[in-house]
């Protein structure tokens, strides 16, 4: 699988998505919008996962969750990696996945 990640149901943290896991535990991915933030705002995002985000609920409706998970890229412009979000309802995470930076996307 080309573009695939190791997704976690409703994370608390950032960390929680940085756990060990057998390949086959991951899921194909396509990313609908690249979101960088300040590295304030990204931080904050990566330490409380269960806030709701503005920035979540702007672009949820571009999002689902079968048969590849669509979603939505977080990083920072200073981040080595990128938080990958299926959100819930309207601003809430529902599934995310850490993978290295993007570069030059939507």
Not at 16 to 34: A, M
Not at 69 to 90: K, N, T, Y
Request: glycine share 2%; aromatic share 14%.
């Amino acid at each position: 699988m080309e573009n695939s990640a190791y997704f976690v149901r409703r994370p608390r943290i950032g960390d929680d998505l940085r756990e060990p896991h057998l390949p086959e535990e991951e899921r194909e991915y396509e990313i609908v919008k690249l979101i960088t933030l300040y590295q304030i705002d990204y931080e904050n995002f990566y330490y409380d996962m269960l806030a709701d985000r503005q920035f979540i609920e702007d672009w949820r409706h571009l999002c689902a969750e079968e048969p590849v998970f669509r979603c939505i890229a977080v990083q920072s412009r200073r981040s080595d990696g990128c938080i990958l979000v299926v959100p819930e309802r309207e601003c809430f995470v529902k599934w995310a996945a850490f993978v290295p930076r993007i570069q030059g996307r939507k």
